[in-house]
């Protein structure tokens, strides 16, 4: 878009979709830009259904990855270098007069710092930031598929998302299931509803970086999965787009 575009969209834009992702390793079978076009390819179709209400960001494509630092190719981000980008890129939409943004986000590992710049540009401006992944809001299809067995990444559920939003990501002649080395403590994987947070490397649990196993993806459960997961985001949009601005009472002095 040219900036007199940009200057005519602006006109009816409620809200501002900023997809995160990451540049890291992704198992033998699928590209080091996974997370990244997974969650714009969202964020895409969802700017397609609310047009002209939401405006559709550039992606930003690393993010916090020190865990897969371990296999060639990935790049990571500091917490408070992603921080920063996140937090620069929103107050320059606020700058041009956006007070809502929906962050979808491609990549678990980012939610902690996505979490806190969110927290923080709430409570010391007068914006709604509102974070998603993608897997996430689909939990009760993918428990349904893979039995609750470990997954997550590189793993089945990605592969059948990946085929259904970009498939040349995937390379279908080296699809492997993941060679675990050990597994995570108990309550500590994302088997588990009840969980105990512990950070760990990928390198340290997989040897071929997957988890799960991705020679049982499935186009089908692919496409229940992204349909489903754009319909429940759009029931939240469509409130957040309607949702009245909040005009914030100064903080009472102690």
């Known amino acids: 878009m040219t900036w007199p575009e940009v200057a005519e969209a602006l006109k009816t834009v409620k809200v501002a979709l900023l997809a995160i992702g990451s540049c890291e390793q992704h198992g033998p079978h699928l590209e080091m830009r996974t997370d990244t076009v997974r969650a714009y390819e969202i964020a895409r ?3 397609a259904r609310f047009y002209p209400e939401v405006l559709l960001c550039p992606p930003i ?3 916090q990855s020190q865990h897969h630092l371990g296999f060639p190719g990935t790049l990571s981000l500091r917490p408070g270098t992603l921080a920063a980008v996140v937090e ?3 107050q320059s939409l606020r700058h041009h007069g956006i007070r809502k943004f929906l962050l979808v986000n491609g990549h678990g590992g980012n939610n902690p710092t996505l979490q806190t710049v969110a927290g923080e540009l709430k409570n010391h401006h007068d914006i709604d930031i509102a974070i998603t992944g993608i897997t996430p ?4 299809l993918v428990k ?3 039995n609750g067995h470990l997954t997550g990444h590189a793993c089945e559920v990605e592969v059948s998302q990946a085929m259904i939003l970009a498939p040349e990501m995937v390379r279908l002649d080296r699809l492997e299931a993941g060679q675990m080395k050990q597994r995570p403590l108990t309550y500590a994987s994302s088997e588990y509803t009840t969980r105990i947070m512990m950070p760990y490397r990928f390198d340290e649990m997989t040897a071929n970086g997957a988890l799960g196993d991705a020679t049982k993806y499935s186009r089908q459960f ?3 999965m992204i349909d489903t997961v754009l319909d429940r985001i759009s ?3 469509r409130e957040l787009i309607d949702k009245p601005p909040h ?3 100064p903080p009472q002095s102690e």
Not at 137 to 140: E, G, I, R
């Open 45 to 47: 179709r969802l700017a």
């Open 61 to 63: 494509a690393l993010g």
């Open 88 to 90: 620069d890129v929103l």
């Open 137 to 140: 809001m689909v939990v009760d």
């Open 144 to 146: 349904n598929f893979t």
């Open 222 to 224: 692919g496409q229940d």
């Open 235 to 237: 029931v939240f949009l």
């Open 247 to 249: 005009h914030p009472h």
